[in-house]
T-cell receptor, first 114, second 116 residues
Framework: GAGVSQSPRYKVAKRGQDVALRCDPI?????LFWYQQALGQGPEFLTY????????KSGLPSDRFFAERPEGSVSTLKIQRTQQEDSAVYLC????????????FGEGSRLTVL | AQKITQTQPGMFVQEKEAVTLDCTYD???????LFWYKQPSSGEMIFLIY??????QNATEGRYSLNFQKARKSANLVISASQLGDSAMYFC?????????????FGEGTQLTVNP
């Protein structure tokens, strides 16, 4: 497809389980971002990649969160030992470095931790 | 301190009327960009409009226009001739020169409801 693709769209995990969320950005987009969006709030930055290099991970809330983009295209956000406060929508966005720098978002992965 | 403030949690407008969604921002950068995104119930964030801090003209994109008042640090979104499909969450966002890549900082959003 032409847009940013995320999977799974919905994930229910028991507290303590590990989860992996996948993002397939728009082909050719160098920059990739992960955001966390809690219910009723705006997206909060988690981490940023330029190609395969993770240039900023200052938004990751704890060391249980890990992201990778080994070949500079598909990215995976992994959350270890999930907690209830991890319940949120995880949005992936990509950008090709235009003058305006707008981000193109996927539909998100909604994580519910029981 | 909040970098992006949207003071209207919810707004209502009649179909075909115009509506203004408020956004104020806080930055010490001279070069920055301001964005508006729409998020329908499906969840995808849809880019609407962009305003650069050095752009002299207010941005317009179809029925969307951005009322940029630099001295007041405000970037209000104006939607003209509202349609039922405009009902959604609207987010104002900013990109600062010193932040990495094209990272955006978002406000908390305004829920717009268009009534028939």
């Amino acid at each position: 497809g032409a847009g940013v693709s995320q999977s799974p769209r919905y994930k229910v995990a028991k507290r303590g389980q590990d989860v992996a969320l996948r993002c397939d950005p728009i082909s050719g987009h160098v920059s990739l971002f992960w955001y966390q969006q809690a219910l009723g709030q705006g997206p909060e930055f988690l981490t940023y990649f330029q190609n395969e290099a993770q240039l900023d991970k200052s938004g990751l809330p704890s060391d249980r969160f890990f992201a990778e983009r080994p070949e500079g295209s598909v990215s995976t956000l992994k959350i270890q030992r999930t907690q209830q406060e991890d319940s949120a929508v995880y949005l992936c966005a990509s950008s090709f470095g235009s003058r305006t720098g707008e981000l193109f978002f996927g539909e998100g992965s909604r994580l519910t931790v029981l | 301190a909040q970098k992006i403030t949207q003071t209207q949690p919810g707004m209502f407008v009649q179909e075909k009327e115009a509506v203004t969604l408020d956004c104020t921002y806080d930055t010490s950068d001279q070069s920055y960009g301001l964005f508006w995104y729409k998020q329908p119930s499906s969840g995808e964030m849809i880019f609407l409009i962009y305003q650069g801090s050095y752009d002299e003209q207010n941005a317009t994109e179809g029925r969307y226009s951005l009322n940029f008042q630099k001295a007041r640090k405000s970037a209000n979104l104006v939607i003209s001739a509202s349609q039922l499909g405009d009902s959604a969450m609207y987010f104002c966002a900013m990109r600062e020169q010193e932040t990495s890549g094209s990272r955006l900082t978002f406000g908390e959003g305004t829920q717009l409801t268009v009534n028939p």
